[in-house]
């Protein structure tokens, strides 16, 4: 089994900054991708920003120029460093991972999400 502990999210100012972070632990061969996915009530779970095994990363047009991902792959981690952030960031961030774990199979985690709330 793999599984992803989210941690770091919380109340911050409208302008301030916070950082999630996500470990994923089991029976990993590789994580090709992870990423962060937002989800409000009602609405479909979009991605925020993702990276690949590579390096790679793409980001949400809403969210360019002010949210960094990161990943140490030798930790199994990776992190969202948000900054300048808006009362529109105000939503439950989940981590996603894809990858192989060590019998050959492929696997697809969700984190259990974490709640940011950013007051204006």
């Known amino acids: 089994q793999v599984q992803l502990v989210e941690s770091g999210g919380g109340l911050v100012q409208a302008g301030g900054s916070l950082k999630l972070s996500c470990k994923a632990s089991?029976?990993?061969?590789?994580?090709?991708?992870m990423g962060w996915y937002r989800q409000a009530l009602g609405k479909q779970r979009d991605l925020v920003a993702g990276?690949?095994?590579?390096?790679?990363?793409n980001y949400a047009d809403s969210v360019k120029g002010r949210f960094t991902i990161s990943r140490d792959n030798a930790k199994n981690t990776v992190y969202l460093q948000m900054n300048s952030l808006e009362p529109d960031d105000t939503l439950v961030y989940y981590c996603?991972?894809?990858?192989?774990?060590?019998?050959?199979?492929?696997?697809?985690?969700w984190g259990q999400g974490t709640p940011v709330t950013v007051s204006s």
């Open positions: 089991g029976s990993i061969f590789n994580i090709r991708a």
């Open positions: 990276i690949t095994i590579g390096g790679i990363t």
């Open positions: 996603n991972a894809k990858g192989i774990t060590r019998s050959s199979e492929a696997f697809d985690v």
